[in-house]
């Protein structure tokens, strides 16, 4: 996974679990007494029955916290388990990373007794609501084209499945793509956006015009007049959706 071993070294800093998503995930989990991550990163979001952890990338193991839950190096798509190996498994703002998404979901059905929790987005939705791609970095739009998973697409890998809505608070302490809509000023900042693989991956020289308009927008005042709705709003909802599968 070399992607990740490129992108992912900043995640430690940028990338820090919020509370109230945590509380979604942990919802979602429900009555599981045992839990795998697939894609885990660096660990966020993992409810302290993680039994274990799985990720291609070393760099992002590495940065995994003391006291995490054990974990291995594996993709999605062969996953190092015998059948029913827990109770569920949870898949977090991973599976557009997959090389061959519907091997992985065979996985994750194969592995899981009871419950899949998969944290994604609904790329229709997240254009024409999130600010930044829709007004400024249709570039970023088209990328996400290519690799992002229609829901419908992903309920039928599931078997059935029902989607809830994640909205995203204004001070999410998780710096993913729409973690800073209401803090606009973070994405000009290279730190930031590294931690974010659809601006990393699309490349500064395509993001340039964009950002450079963004940051004359911030300084003349025109983003906060033309946005001035949202900052009265404490959360929005641009597509995010946890997809919870049961009795897989």
Known sequence: MATYDTLG????????????????IVAALGDAQDVINVGAGTGSYEPPRT????????IMLAQRPQGSA?????????LPLRDNAADAVMALLTIHHWTDVAA???????????????????????RERFWLVRDYLP?????????????????????GARPEPVPVPHDCTDGFAAAYWRRPHAYLDPQV???????????????????NRLADDL??????????????RDTV????????????
């Open 9 to 24: 070294a900043t995640y430690g800093r940028t990338r820090q679990p919020d509370p109230r998503i945590a509380a979604r």
């Open 51 to 58: 039994v274990l952890a799985l990720e291609p990338s070393r």
């Open 70 to 78: 054990p974990a291995a190096q594996a993709v999605a798509e062969r």
């Open 104 to 126: 992985g979901i065979r996985e994750l059905r194969r592995v899981a007794r009871r419950r899949i929790v998969i944290l994604t987005w609904d790329q229709q939705l997240f």
């Open 139 to 159: 570039a970023v739009a088209a990328f996400d084209d290519t690799r992002a998973v229609p829901p419908g697409r992903l309920a039928d890998l599931l078997g």
């Open 193 to 211: 956006r590294a931690g974010i693989s659809m601006l990393a991956q699309t490349g500064e020289d395509a993001l340039a015009p964009g950002l």
């Open 219 to 232: 300084t003349t005042g025109r983003w906060h007049t033309r946005y001035a709705d949202l900052l009265a």
């Open 237 to 248: 909802d641009v597509g995010y959706r946890l997809v919870v599968a049961e009795g897989v």
